[in-house]
Structures are given as C-alpha cells and as structure tokens.
C-alpha cells in the first residue's frame, strides 16, 4: 500500500461527513429500557475525561473543533486558517490534541482548556496526534512527505521534545493510546502486509504481539494498569482482545456473534464495542471486569448500531449514532446508578 493511500486511510478513519446540523446545543437526557440516561448532541465526539467534558468536531462550523462540558455548554475552536481543525482525545485537564490542515500539509496541535494552542511537526513531516495523557504526552504517527517513505510513530513530551520510533520490520506505523507511565499502545503493518499490535515502554523498548492463533491485531486503548484492547482476526472473524500487562491474553466476543470489535478500554478493565449478529444486525455493547456483556441501544436513534468511541472511569460511553433530520449525533451514555 502507497504512503498516500495509507494517510488517506488514516484521514477516513478520523473523519464522519455529518449532515447540516441544526445547532450546537445538547439535546435532553432520556432513560433507555438498560436504565441507563442518554444524553444526545450535535456533533462528532472522539474524546471524554472524568469529568465528562467531551472533545470532538462539527463539519456545520466549516471543520471547527469543539469542547462539550458536563453542563452541556458546548466551546469551539480553529486552528490555523485552513477550516479543518480535528480533534482526536482529551486528557484530565480539559487539554486537546488533534491535527489540522494547513499549506497543503496537516499539523498536529494541543490545546489547553483556557484556550493557548501550540502547534508542532514531526520532521517538518505531515503529522497525525492520535493520544494525549494525563500530564500531556502526545503520541501519534508522521510522514516525511516530502521524501515518501515508511509512515513512523512519535511521542512529543511537555517540554517540546520528540522522539520517533518504530516497531522492528515496521512499514507503517499507528499509535493509537498512552497511559499515565507513558506506556504506548498502536498497530504496525510489516512488509508482508500484516498487521500486529506493539506496545513501547517508557524507555522506549518495543514489544510486538498477537493474540494467541491470531492476526491482524489492532490495539485501540491502554489503561494506566497496561492493560490493552483491540480486535484481531481469527478463523476468518474478528474478535475481541484484552492483554494484560503481563502479556496474557482475554478473548471477547458478544453473544451469538460472528465478529466483535472493541473502542474502549477505562482503568477499571470495562471495555466497550460493537458485536455483529449477522450481516446487518449489529449490538452495542459493554463488557465488565467480571465478563458480565450488556448491550445498549440509543433511545430514539436510527443507526444500527450507535458507534460506541470511549468509556471513561466512571462508565460513561462517548460515541455517535444518527437520528433522522438532525443527522449523526454524539452521544453520553450514563450508567445505572447500580453500576
């Protein structure tokens, strides 16, 4: 696969064209048959922290990126002057990081909740931000596009300084999450065109992985105990995965079904995600420590599924769903109190 085709993957991957959206205001919470609240608003989500602030992004703003606090009060924001500013995570403080175009490339940035924006480039190389932590590590990938060649990962500390690495036999490269401890998480393609997960310490020592008789693995989430989730594919069906720090691996799949994909994973190990019943029924789902799966539908919403991104500590599942004229909307989904 050319290096275009892969940005141009990574591009659709971070990026639902949404309908003209009515306003930028949350709609009012309802109680589903789980006895669960859910709480629907206008908007792209990608992101939630404990305290419920949400990041995420409006096309009806000219490709504006947005904060959503718990009130419901709702921030936007542009980078740069291209109009296509796209967040991708939030950390405890409210900070965003994200990647914007700019003068035919895109650069990463990160935002601070009182508004500061400091932009960066790995290698004067288009940038692609894909994680932040809780003290405002950045990971994600870079490509010198000025010199085509293999798509690498990078992680930016606070003080400015960026280091690129790469998973032995790497030709493209993905981070996709890091903890507290600065423990990244991603995928990377090998020349054959298989596709392995990796995880690099804080030191920067770098361990590939599959699951168990499995391939094609896509890590998406670490916890700050290490643990890691993602789907793999196996006897031609995805599946889930949770590997723990240690190295042992925990297979997902939802009841009855014939492929499971995990977005998700919070620091208690609940995980959430999406199951397929057949070709054209497909679950929402959340699946706790104990292994206990529930599945949720999004009151009123006419998507199938509703798209699950994050849970956070307290349960809370960030994603998006469709609701007739209003288009694709994001969505909170608060736990029953006995959760």
Same mark, same amino acid.
């Given at each position: ?151 690498? /990962? #990078?992680? @930016?500390? *606070?003080? &400015?300084?960026?280091? =690129?690495? %790469?998973?032995? !036999?790497?030709?493209?490269? +993905? $981070? ?20 392995? /997960? #990796?995880? @690099?310490? *804080?030191? &920067?020592?770098?361990? =590939?992985? %599959?699951?168990? !008789?499995?391939?094609?693995? +896509? $890590? ?120």
């Amino acid at each position: 696969m050319s290096v275009s085709n892969r940005i141009q993957r990574y591009l659709n991957s971070a990026t639902i064209t949404l309908a003209p959206l009515w306003c930028a205001v949350s709609l009012l919470g309802q109680q589903g048959p789980d006895g669960a609240s859910y709480i629907t608003f206008s908007g792209l989500p990608v992101g939630i922290n404990n305290s419920n602030t949400v990041a995420g992004r409006f096309s009806s703003l000219g490709g504006a990126g947005f904060l959503r606090f718990e009130s419901g009060e709702i921030v936007s924001f542009n980078v740069g002057t291209g109009g296509d500013t796209r967040p991708v995570a939030i950390n405890a403080a409210d900070t965003v990081t994200g990647f914007f175009f700019q003068n035919s490339a895109y650069y990463g940035f990160i935002r601070a909740r009182q508004g500061g924006i400091v932009t960066f480039a790995v290698r004067d190389g288009t940038t692609f931000p894909a994680a932040i932590n809780v003290e405002g590590t950045v990971t994600g990938s870079f490509c010198p596009c000025l010199f085509p060649g293999p798509i690498s /990962g #990078f992680v @930016r500390y *606070p003080g &400015g300084q960026i280091v =690129s690495f %790469d998973p032995p !036999g790497s030709i493209y490269t +993905s $981070p996709t999450g890091i903890n507290a401890s600065k423990t990244i998480t991603g995928t990377f393609e090998d020349a054959d065109g298989h596709f392995h /997960g #990796f995880v @690099r310490d *804080p030191f &920067g020592n770098i361990t =590939s992985f %599959d699951p168990p !008789g499995g391939g094609q693995t +896509s $890590p998406v989430s670490i916890n700050d105990a290490g643990e890691i989730a993602g789907p793999y594919v196996a006897d031609g069906s995805f599946h889930g995965f949770i590997r723990s720090a240690s190295g042992t691996f925990i297979t997902i799949d939802g009841p009855g079904s014939i492929g499971t994909s995990i977005a998700s994973i919070n620091a208690r190990g609940t995980i959430t995600g999406t199951y397929q019943l057949s070709t054209v029924l497909t679950r929402s789902f959340v699946r706790t420590p104990n292994g206990e799966i529930e599945t949720f539908s999004v009151p009123n919403c006419d998507s199938n599924p509703s798209a699950p991104a994050e849970i956070n500590d307290l349960g809370v599942v960030l994603g998006t769903c469709s609701m007739g004229i209003s288009g694709r909307l994001g969505y909170l989904r608060i736990p029953p109190p006995s959760h």
